[in-house]
């Protein structure tokens, strides 16, 4: 069958498990489906295809990266903020509604003469949005519910008199399992920000509740310390332009504080970056942020204070610290662990700051009270490691959504 055009179609959600919106596509398309293509992954993204009986095709790319969802996310904000809407209201909501959704797919197909099939296509389309909670944005850049009812158009049209964000249960908060602790230390942290005029949502959920932590041991924590410390040193070198020769000597030096560990103390993807021998600025870039992360942990192994996240940390004083370790266990010997209740406190409050440098960066204003954007969001990675967020994922596949 020869496509003639074809069209795009996009679904925004807000949805814990991702997987939820492959899986409801293939259920919703069985029907018709001669097979599924094997997946691809790449940057945060997964796509398939879906082959049809007719021998057509339906392409589909589920994205949740958050570099992706957050440079996305900032272009429709910035597309839906210039429409001109008289219920101004609605228009907020919508708006907070885009602010909101961590996960986005696109669906491609080619259309023909055959209009039946098109529209059992866009059929499928809206009863997949509708099951997952989602809006579904048509070519025409409108955005409907899976229902379909118009939340809005660029001409500012909406079948709504008033909207309610939505979002998946799976993901947001259900405040009567919210027990006293969690209520108090979100209580706690929005006390701070509103002391420093930073904008909040006063029931944006944690990342896990106490109940659901896995704090990371002492001796975890100092052993991904010192091995992304190296990391690090290595990346600061290479940016400096020396040689990986030069990065020999310090790399020796961590694993000798490792006991000879430092290959299995590193993550997958840091084995990768430091087996590529000309590593790109970006790379060295994304590694060399990781000081911050080393920050955290040195706090959370009560080495010194947090701080405020306004600046970048203190480098040359980090090292002076690690550089004088010769062990792990002298290491551990030095430090005076944080509390659990701490380190929750702390993760909730910046998880909330990261909040609002997001919010600020759709807005495409400064981020509020001097924060540093940059040094937040490595902050909350740190901070939703220790605590075990996203099912205790591993130091690669934690995530940082807001």
């Excluded at 958050?66 to 907020?92: P, Q, V």
């Excluded at 405020?308 to 002076?320: F, G």
């Amino acid at each position: 069958m020869n496509n003639n055009n074809h069209m795009r179609f996009t679904i925004y959600t807000l949805i814990g498990r991702t997987e939820r919106v492959k899986e409801t596509l293939i259920s919703k398309f069985a029907i018709m489906t001669k097979e599924v293509s094997a997946p691809l992954y790449a940057d945060g993204a997964e796509s398939f295809v879906i082959h049809l009986r007719d021998n057509s095709d339906v392409v589909v790319t589920v994205s949740s990266g958050r570099e992706f969802i957050n440079r996305h996310i900032s272009g429709m904000y910035g597309f839906f903020a210039g429409i001109k809407c008289k219920n101004k209201e609605l228009h907020n909501s919508v708006l907070a509604q885009i602010q909101a959704f961590n996960c986005v797919t696109g669906i491609s197909f080619g259309t023909t003469v055959n209009e039946s099939r098109t529209n059992y296509i866009l059929s499928v389309l809206f009863d997949t949005a509708k099951d997952i909670n989602g809006l579904i944005l048509t070519p025409e850049r409108c955005l409907f519910t899976g229902e379909g009812k118009m939340v809005l158009s660029p001409e500012g049209i909406s079948n709504f008199d008033e909207y309610v964000p939505i979002g998946n249960s799976d993901y947001l908060d259900d405040a009567a399992e919210e027990s006293p602790s969690d209520a108090a230390r979100r209580e706690r942290s929005a006390a701070i920000l509103k002391e420093k005029g930073i904008p909040y949502i006063p029931h944006l959920r944690s990342a896990v509740r106490e109940s659901e932590a896995k704090l990371r041991t002492p001796e975890e924590i100092a052993r991904r310390l010192i091995a992304m410390f190296g990391v690090c040193v290595y990346s600061e070198i290479l940016g400096c332009g020396m040689t990986l020769e030069d990065t020999k000597k310090y790399l020796d030096t961590i694993n000798d504080i490792l006991g000879g560990g430092l290959d299995d103390s590193l993550s997958p993807e840091e084995k990768a970056y430091l087996a590529i021998e000309k590593p790109d600025q970006r790379s060295i870039a994304k590694f060399g942020w990781r000081y911050e992360c080393c920050h955290v942990l040195m706090w959370a192994l009560g080495m010194i204070e947090l701080g405020y996240p306004d600046r970048l940390c203190d480098v040359c004083a980090m090292s002076d610290t690690l550089w004088r370790q010769k062990s792990l266990k002298g290491l551990l010997e030095d430090a005076n662990p944080r509390s659990g209740k701490d380190i929750l406190d702390a993760a909730d409050l910046v998880l909330r700051y990261d909040w609002a440098c997001v919010d600020a960066r759709l807005k495409k204003s400064e981020p509020p009270a001097g924060l540093n954007g940059e040094v937040v969001v490595e902050w909350h990675y740190a901070m939703n490691w220790l605590i075990g967020a996203g099912g205790n994922a591993g130091w690669d596949d934690v995530r940082t959504d807001t």
